[in-house]
């Protein structure tokens, strides 16, 4: 079974995705962010690097998602590769950080790619407003980050919205604002309640 973990930059993706792991056993999958060799220069200039950036991500998260469908295991993923499609690069297109030509060469790879995927079994999206995932961003202090602006947090917001709103799988929204489940439990026990009615047919309390 495949567990998808969809929000904006900020919202508790990674957290959750760990989280839920430990609670579940299920095998968790993490973006690529560390050792991802475009992330630096691509916050420091996003016009010049938004196209090395978004094909690498889409060639690690087609990886994971080939690997994901051969195991055997439960898989709850941070982030899955629709959303950084058609929210983070289609984004980066309406900016003008991505030229036609290059933005047509992602889609046709990205095309190919898709006719061997399947959507998660479930699909998680954490929504959370961009002053929430300001105050978040700021906290956990990655400096690359310190200089994403509130319109671009803004664009993605939006197109989240849209994309969720269109999502032809299942999917549970999660109002992401006044939870903390990190540090309350009664907050992760409420998002658990959720998934376990959804997934095993359970009601919550």
């Not at 994403?148 to 939006?158: F, K, Q, V």
């Amino acid at each position: 079974m495949h567990i998808g973990i969809a929000g904006n930059i900020g919202s508790g993706k990674s957290t959750l995705t760990g989280m839920l792991a430990a609670h579940y056993g299920w095998e968790p999958r993490y973006e690529s962010v560390a050792g991802n060799p475009y992330l630096e220069d691509y916050y420091a200039d996003i016009a010049r690097w938004s196209y090395n950036l978004e094909t690498y991500f889409l060639a690690q998260r087609f990886r994971d998602v080939l690997e994901i469908a051969r195991s055997e295991k439960t898989v709850v993923q941070d982030r899955t590769i629709f959303e950084g499609v058609y929210i983070f690069t289609a984004n980066n297109y309406a900016l003008g950080n991505l030229s036609k030509r290059d933005f047509d060469t992602y889609m046709q790879l990205f095309e190919l790619m898709i006719s061997t995927v399947k959507y998660p079994d479930l699909l998680i999206y954490l929504r959370t407003s961009v002053p929430v995932l300001v105050s978040r961003i700021q906290q956990r202090g990655r400096e690359y980050e310190q200089a994403i602006s509130l319109e671009y947090l803004a664009g993605l917001n939006e197109r989240y919205e849209r994309w969720i709103g269109a999502y032809p799988g299942n999917v549970l929204v999660i109002e992401g604002d006044g939870l903390d489940f990190k540090n309350r439990p009664e907050d992760f026990n409420a998002i658990t309640d959720k998934i376990d009615a959804r997934l095993f047919g359970l009601f919550p309390k």
